[in-house]
Structures are given as C-alpha cells and as structure tokens.
C-alpha cells in the first residue's frame, strides 16, 4: 500500500479540527453541572408550546380567537347590557304562575330579578344580595305580611318595597304602608303599570335614566329646549363652544355623547348652569 502514513495509523487532524474539539470539550465540562435544569426547563417549554399551538390556533391560523373574543350577537348584547344602569328586582309571591310573570316581564326590560313562593329564603337572599326594589305579595300563606315588610326592611334597608294586592283593603294599605311599603300595586299585574311604577320609584331613587342612549336623547333635547327659547341658533351656539354646527344638531338629536367639559362650554354659550341643564333629566 502506497501511502505516506503507516497502516492502521490515522493521520493527525488538522489543527483548526483539533481546537474545536478542544473548545467543545470545554464547554461540556462547563455545561454539564447545569445539564439536568436545562433540560428540564426545555422539556417544560416544549410541553408549554405544545399546549399553545395545539389547544389554541396560532394568531392567524384558521379559528385562531384572541382573549375575551365574542361573536357579533355576543358583543351586540354585551355592548347593550353594557350601556344599562343595573338594576336588581326581588319579587315574593306564592302564585308560581304571578312568579313567571314577573320574571319575563322584568327580564324583558333588562331588569336582574330573582323570584320566590316563600319568605324565608327570600328574607336570606335579601340578606346577601342588594336588590334597588322588592315586589312583596301582601297575601303569602301562613305569613304576616306587616313582619315580612319589616324584617326586609332591616335586612335590606335601601331596597324599596312595593306591595302586590287583588282588591287591597284599606286597612292592608295602611299596615303595609305602616311597616315599610313605598307603594301598593294592584293585582292582576300589566306590564306597562308595573313597567311604569318601577320607573317612577326608580326616579324618585335617582335611577331617572338607564340607558346610555336615552340618556343622551334626554340630554340632547333638553340643549334644544333651552337654545330655542333664548332664541339662539345652532350657528351662534356652535361658534361660542368651539363647535361646528353638524356636531351641536347630533348632540341635540342624541346620537352623540359629550364629554363634560364639551357639556360646560355648551352650558357656558346658552347661559346656563350645568347642574340646571342636567336637573330632573
């Protein structure tokens, strides 16, 4: 065999080949204490992404949805629910039927209810949960309706009672009213009476408003109320806030809100007060 080294003998590596083994075993010395963490936190970031890219689209794959992602009806009702004061009804009648009444009618008008046949457990809810106003039967069964009104009134001093009654005797209104109740209520119910009742108690509790664009429409007309009778234009009125006249004709038709300091200077250029502009709205 013509070759320039002996058999079985392998020629010396080249020197840039030597160092780098050199260099790397090196580092494995260096590394190798720390070797049972780091592979342990690769394995924890390989189950980690894993998980991620598995479980969840990745930003830009198909069905990829962010945090607190929600269809359009979703957020068309969360966005409406957002705009509404809450408010929570607490209705107490042992007639099931009255009960499932109440409850559509008041959920059909945004209202929080909650229900029962009996006192006690509506006495202890009311006890843990604020309601703004309490529907109280002024006929339960083995209850005293003049207890009821008291004992609710001190567990839940700021909720408004409201007797229910068919053909109410005076002398039940007077007790009822004796022990608490702001308000007797006719039975049967009609939507639009009781709608209105609790509207009015509402008020009276400074609830006048609860929705975000009724709000605005009341605040709007109100603008257009007070600029007519001091005989003012949009024009003149626009030109002293700082406004032009499309922006000042949507705030007073109620498709746009103001901020307050928009609000004052609108206030400013009528020559009102703000507390009266926004008294009774």
């Not at 209850?143 to 909720?159: D, F, M, N, Y």
């Amino acid at each position: 065999m013509n070759s320039a080294w002996p058999e079985h003998t392998a020629p010396p590596a080249p020197r840039h080949e030597s160092t780098a083994r050199s260099l790397h075993a090196r580092s494995a010395a260096l590394w190798y204490p720390f070797a049972p963490a780091a592979l342990h936190a690769a394995g924890a970031f390989r189950q980690t992404y894993t998980a991620l890219h598995t479980a969840t689209p990745r930003r830009g794959a198909p069905g990829f949805r962010p945090t607190g992602w929600k269809t359009p009806a979703q957020s068309r009702e969360y966005g409406a629910i957002m705009r509404l004061v809450p408010v929570r009804i607490l209705a107490i009648d042992d007639d099931e039927s009255v009960c499932r009444k109440l409850s559509g009618w008041l959920a059909d008008a945004a209202y929080d209810v909650m229900t029962f046949t009996s006192a006690p457990p509506a006495l202890e809810y009311a006890r843990k949960v604020y309601s703004h106003v309490a529907l109280v039967d002024l006929r339960l069964p083995d209850t005293s309706t003049v207890e009821l009104i008291e004992t609710l009134q001190q567990a839940a001093p700021r909720t408004r009672v409201l007797g229910l009654a068919a053909f109410p005797e005076p002398a039940e209104i007077i007790a009822a009213i004796r022990a608490g109740a702001r308000d007797i209520l006719e039975k049967p119910l009609q939507p639009a009476s009781l709608l209105a009742a609790l509207e009015r108690h509402l008020a009276d509790m400074g609830i006048a408003v609860r929705s975000e664009d009724e709000y605005n429409r009341r605040l709007g007309s109100r603008v257009r109320t007070v600029r007519t009778a001091e005989s003012l234009t949009l024009s003149e009125v626009a030109g002293a806030c700082g406004l032009s006249a499309a922006q000042l004709s949507q705030i007073e038709l109620g498709k746009t809100a103001t901020s307050t300091w928009r609000l004052a200077r609108i206030c400013a250029a009528l020559r009102i007060q703000p507390a009266a502009l926004l008294d009774g709205l």
